[in-house]
């Protein structure tokens, strides 16, 4: 990916990896674990111009706890 339309910069192509885990509690709720970059390498996310440019986020991790209500 170029930078900006002069060509000038050019970004290096790369592979994130992601993962997920979902375990099922019950019914009604259910535990979820996400790790962002797995691998932890690093790139550049996007750029503006070539001076602008966005390293991407470093491994990173999420835990959630989802629970279904209905109602009546």
């Not at 192509?13 to 674990?33: C, E, H, P, S």
């Not at 991407?56 to 706890?65: C, D, F, Q, T, W």
Request: aromatic share 12%.
């Amino acid at each position: 990916m170029y930078t900006s339309t002069d060509n000038t910069v050019r970004l290096p192509g790369f592979t994130r990896v992601d993962a997920a885990v979902y375990a099922k509690i019950d019914k009604n709720m259910r535990a979820q674990l996400n790790i962002e970059n797995l691998f932890d390498k690093n790139y550049y996310a996007s750029a503006h111009n070539n001076n602008n440019i966005t390293p991407g986020s470093p491994i990173a991790a999420r835990v959630s706890l989802i629970a279904n209500f209905k109602f009546c």
